[in-house]
C-alpha cells in the first residue's frame, strides 16, 4: 500500500471588525489559463476580533491540479469577494486579488 502525502491548498483572508458581523467569502483560482471555484465560507465576527475565512477548492481533484501545477512553478492568481453584513442590514463587498506562489 503506498503512502501520498495530501497537498494542502486554500486562501486565506483575514477580517477584522469594530462591530458585530457576518462575512461571506467566495471565489475562484486561476492557475496556468484554467480556473477553479473555491468553496463559499461564512463567518461570525465579535467586536474587536479578528477572523480566517479558509477558502479551499471546491473538488478535491482541482486541489491536485493546483497543486501538481503549483509545483511546475506555473503562475497563480486568487480573486475574492468578501461580502460583510451588520446586524442591522448593512452590506459591504470587497474583491481581492492575489497572487499565489508554490
Request: aromatic residues 0%; positive net charge; glycine residues 6%.
Amino acid at each position: 500500500m503506498q503512502s501520498h502525502a495530501v497537498q494542502r491548498i486554500a486562501v486565506k483572508a483575514k477580517i477584522s471588525a469594530s462591530e458585530d458581523l457576518s462575512a461571506a467569502g467566495s471565489g475562484k483560482l486561476k492557475v496556468a489559463k484554467k480556473s477553479y471555484k473555491l468553496k463559499k465560507q461564512a463567518k461570525s465576527i465579535s467586536p474587536g476580533s479578528s477572523e480566517n475565512l479558509k477558502l479551499k477548492p471546491k473538488k478535491s481533484k482541482d486541489a491536485k491540479k493546483i497543486a501538481k501545477a503549483l509545483k511546475k512553478g506555473k503562475k497563480a492568481k486568487a480573486m475574492l469577494t468578501v461580502k460583510m453584513t451588520d446586524d442591522l442590514g448593512n452590506e459591504k463587498s470587497k474583491k481581492l486579488s492575489v497572487k499565489l506562489r508554490g
